[in-house]
């Protein structure tokens, strides 16, 4: 069926997003593949990723794992752990956050199997405390990991948090560690140990100033519905924030809020037709937006336009975290890979 909103995503972007994380961070690399693989559809970024040779997927609950029933065992990991409602899926391993789930864990017919441990070093969000550890014996680490609160700046906070986890490191044996996320690996080679877990930038999120070399993956596309003259001085969409200042031709294209192009948009936003820019007039709708044609003449019915989708830009302008723009990107798009 057709769909007259795309997402244009760049296989060889994520390719190399990949891999410059691994140069980058000195050692292995796996994916945070969770929501969606933010916003891109999880099967297939899973698919891509392992054909670059990522070896290391982590989703956040049991459910998101039942979708990857292609990854071979050992794959994949669910960083909430094992909750009282979780059914554990062969060869694939929690991460045990607290001594609850590593007691209800020890007491399943999994026990024997290798599972993974978070442990706080401050962020004071999911993990074991230092006091904790203790019930920890027993169990068959595959990797234990920790999360940085501030990682994205220059905060006290990340070297505390390195320092405690070389701690734990010592205290508690592992087959490996991990400490970093995107904007981890651009503290340094010391927050990489075995391995990184980056997922904004493999998406193209830009995390920190240091990782501009990350390249945009994902661009949305949507098709021109109607074209329209509005005279001067008329109102454009709702509540008429945008009043036209001469006689002009705009464009209504079929996206809107609901599919993630969010109001903070509302004229700020641009879209491109043949290198020319459309800015967004007026204020987004839930499936509509109005761009001034007046660049484009040349630009039809029917025809497809790109939304300017620059995500540490779009972020700076609107407010709005690069995490919350693709994460938000709605299930309406078609999403290509080329
Ligand atoms: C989401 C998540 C990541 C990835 O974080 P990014 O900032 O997107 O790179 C890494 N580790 C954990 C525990 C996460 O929850």
Redesign the pocket.
């Known amino acids: 069926m057709h769909s007259p909103l795309a997402l244009r995503l760049c296989k060889s972007a994520l390719a190399a997003n990949y891999h410059h994380l691994c140069t980058r961070s000195g050692t292995v690399a796996g994916a945070?593949i969770?929501a969606d693989a933010?916003g891109l559809g999880v099967q297939a970024v899973a698919r891509l990723l392992l054909a670059e040779g990522c070896r290391d997927f982590?989703v956040?609950t049991w459910r998101e794992a039942a979708e990857l029933g292609f990854l071979e065992p050992g794959l994949l990991s669910v960083?909430h752990g094992l909750g009282p409602d979780d059914e554990p899926r062969s060869g694939v391993r929690p991460?045990l956050v607290s001594p609850a789930q590593v007691a209800r864990w020890k007491a399943s017919s999994w026990a024997s199997e290798p599972c993974d441990v978070?442990v706080d070093t401050g962020m004071n969000r999911?993990g074991l405390g230092f006091a904790e550890l203790d019930c920890l014996d027993g169990l068959t680490i595959h990797t234990l990991?920790s999360?940085l609160a501030c990682?994205?700046e220059t905060h006290p906070l990340n070297q505390i948090q390195l320092n405690r986890f070389c701690e734990i490191r010592t205290a508690v044996s592992a087959g490996r560690y991990s400490l970093a996320?995107?904007?981890?690996i651009y503290l340094g080679r010391d927050y990489a140990f075995d391995l990184v877990?980056?997922?904004?930038?493999?998406y193209g999120?830009i995390?920190c100033p240091a990782a501009s070399e990350i390249e945009q993956v994902c661009t949305p596309r949507a098709q021109i519905i109607q074209l329209r003259r509005v005279e001067a001085g008329s109102g454009v969409g709702y509540n008429a924030t945008f009043t036209a200042p001469r006689d002009m031709t705009v464009a209504i294209i079929n996206i809107g809020y609901a599919d993630g192009y969010r109001r903070a948009f509302s004229s700020l936003g641009y879209a491109v037709f043949d290198a020319a820019d459309l800015p967004v007039i007026g204020r987004v709708s839930m499936d509509l937006v109005t761009l001034d044609a007046s660049a484009a003449p040349g630009l039809r019915e029917g025809d497809w336009v790109d939304l300017e989708f620059d995500l540490q830009q779009a972020a700076l302008q609107t407010g709005i975290s690069q995490?919350e723009l693709l994460t938000g990107l709605g299930r309406r798009f078609q999403r290509t890979w080329i």
């Open positions: 945070a969770k933010y982590f956040s960083l991460v978070m999911l990991h999360h990682a994205d996320n995107s904007a981890g877990r980056p997922g904004l930038a493999l999120g995390p995490y």
